[in-house]
């Protein structure tokens, strides 16, 4: 079942890479008393990923933090090796925290998991975003089209707020 706006986020451990490698990060603390702006994507380094929806969000982090957003927060089904790297590839910097979900655990918890086998890709992340104030889901923009990253981007994340 997916969540639902009004829904409190479960509790899942993310991993996110630090100067002294892969650092837990656990979802009840990273959204507690923030107004946070996630973003979740199907992979790293994958062409619609890293041409549209991570560039979007980097290029738009001021303006978003500008409407109120304490944290933007980028999330996919790889390991924080992966994620770091990535971020780094695409300049993300302080803009956009990359959090990996490496087993799922938190994808499969909101039911925004996609099978992605037919692509040797297996378990991954829908594309989404959403606005989560102190916990709780406000906005959720799930893509229809697996191809493009409109209404899940920046863009349209800015004109929800």
């Known amino acids: 079942m997916t ?23 656990p979802s009840a603390d990273f959204f507690a008393g923030k107004k946070v702006v996630l973003f979740a994507l199907p992979g790293a380094f994958t ?9 979007g969000f980097v290029k738009n982090a001021d303006a978003l933090k500008a409407k109120g957003v304490d944290e933007i927060a980028c999330l996919s089904v790889n390991d924080a090796f992966v994620m770091g790297a990535w971020g780094n590839e ?47 889901l406000k906005t959720l923009n799930i893509e229809s089209n697996p191809g493009g990253a409109e209404e899940s981007g920046a863009e349209k994340m800015l004109g929800d707020l």
């Open 47 to 55: 062409p619609t990923c890293s041409n549209q929806h991570l560039p």
């Open 90 to 136: 695409q300049n993300a910097g302080d803009a956009v925290r990359m959090l990996a979900d490496g087993n799922a655990d938190f994808t499969k918890a909101v039911g925004l998991e996609m099978d992605g086998s037919s692509f040797g890709m297996g378990t991954r992340s829908l594309r989404y975003s959403m606005l989560v104030d102190d916990g709780v």
């Open 3 to 25: 969540i639902k706006v009004g829904d409190k986020l479960p509790e899942a451990t993310l991993m996110e890479m630090t100067d002294k490698g892969p650092a837990p990060v």
